[in-house]
């Protein structure tokens, strides 16, 4: 395979929680070797990408700000496009929230000045939460928005709940599904993967270790998808699901073997 665009997916598939996988640190440097630009796309909206980037230069690999692209800058570009200047009431822990304030999104603590909930991930998610959800949506002209559907998330002593978990807690409460996901496989999240790359989708190899939002948003932009076994999704999930990765392997180190 060539191709001049890799995205890939860091929770499950470069990490498990801040440790690599082994074999990853090595196998990422290959394959910038193979391509123009390799793009560090997660789920995880808790981490800033500088953060995540300087995390990565301590494990030696190459990376900038810019090739990070994460759930909470989609959750961000998508508050400016469409709910520019809103009143946005987080619930969502205060990692999310210091980053919607950082990037000028108006944040209020007030649910019934909300124009707009934002829901994600969330470790001291309380009853509270659900009755200040319930205020906010109480005229019901409020627009509800995901940071990311991920239920769970792969670290190195298991699963835990995810941002899906809090807004599927959230959409029960208030008894309307979320307006907008963004973070993995939104197509606004695939449309700024796109760019931050600068090469069309079709020349762009996704790599990560879910179905059903890595590979789900590789296969719908129309990037070569690969699986690798090392995070959530296992065999018998690719035979029993609709979403089908091009490849399947064992870890990020045989991807560089398929780009050889």
Do not use: W
């Not at 301590?58 to 990070?68: F, K, Q, R, W």
């Amino acid at each position: 395979m060539s191709f001049r665009g890799v995205v890939v997916d860091l929770d499950g598939t470069v990490l498990h929680g801040g440790s690599p996988i082994p074999g990853a640190i090595e196998s990422l440097g290959a394959l910038r070797e193979h391509a123009d630009r390799v793009l560090f796309l997660t789920n995880n909206p808790t981490v800033p990408p500088a953060e995540y980037a300087d995390h990565l230069r301590s494990l030696g690999v190459e990376a900038t700000a810019e090739d990070v692209l994460t759930a909470a800058v989609a959750t961000i570009e998508y508050l400016h496009a469409e709910h520019d200047g809103e009143r946005v009431f987080p619930v969502a822990e205060d990692a999310i929230v210091d980053q919607l304030r950082a990037a000028g999104v108006d944040v209020t603590e007030d649910p019934e000045a909300a124009e707009v909930v934002v829901a994600g991930y969330h470790r001291e998610f309380h009853y509270r939460d659900m009755q200040a959800a319930l205020d906010a949506f109480a005229d019901g002209d409020v627009a509800f928005v995901g940071t990311d559907p991920d239920r769970t998330v792969p670290t190195e002593d298991g699963l835990t709940p995810g941002s899906g978990a809090i807004i599927n807690a959230v959409a029960g409460v208030v008894g309307r599904d979320a307006d907008e996901v963004l973070g993995k496989p939104s197509e606004t999240t695939a449309r700024l993967a796109s760019d931050r790359l600068g090469v069309p989708a079709s020349e762009c190899v996704l790599v990560g270790d879910r179905l059903d939002t890595d590979v789900a948003m590789g296969e719908q932009a129309g990037m070569t998808t690969v699986l690798v076994r090392t995070g959530v999704s296992e065999d018998e999930d690719v035979d029993a699901g609709d979403v089908s990765p091009d490849y399947v392997v064992d870890s990020l180190a045989d991807v560089v073997d398929l780009l050889d």
